[in-house]
């Protein structure tokens, strides 16, 4: 049985999270963690629409900002809901 894309990218993303949190613990600045996993997430990002052969053009860098900048206001929109939902099981 395959696994759904969502679960997919759920596996991928904690594999991602677990590698920056071995970084750290080896005593990698978490700052420079960071900057690193998005600068290899950009150079994939560019590998994935154009592949080895060149880069993004400007519209094609927009592109990929503005799903950054999406991916980011959700996750953000999660961690709220997710310290709303704490607080409100810790005050019943």
């Given at each position: 049985?395959?696994?759904?894309?969502?679960?997919?990218?759920?596996?991928?993303?904690?594999?991602?999270?677990?590698?920056?949190?071995?970084?750290?613990?080896?005593?990698?600045?978490?700052?420079?963690?960071?900057?690193?996993?998005?600068?290899?997430?950009?150079?994939?990002?560019?590998?994935?629409?154009?592949?080895?052969?060149?880069?993004l053009?400007?519209?094609?860098?927009?592109?990929?900002?503005?799903?950054?900048?999406?991916?980011l206001?959700?996750?953000?929109?999660?961690?709220?809901?997710?310290?709303?939902?704490?607080?409100?099981?810790?005050?019943?």
């Amino acid at each position: 049985m395959s696994i759904s894309e969502a679960e997919s990218h759920l596996q991928c993303m904690e594999r991602f999270i677990e590698l920056a949190n071995t970084m750290k613990n080896d005593g990698v600045p978490t700052r420079v963690v960071s900057a690193a996993l998005m600068t290899a997430s950009g150079v994939y990002a560019t590998y994935s629409v154009v592949g080895n052969s060149g880069g993004l053009n400007p519209s094609g860098v927009e592109k990929v900002t503005a799903a950054y900048k999406q991916n980011l206001e959700n996750i953000q929109r999660a961690k709220r809901e997710q310290a709303d939902a704490a607080a409100s099981q810790s005050n019943p």
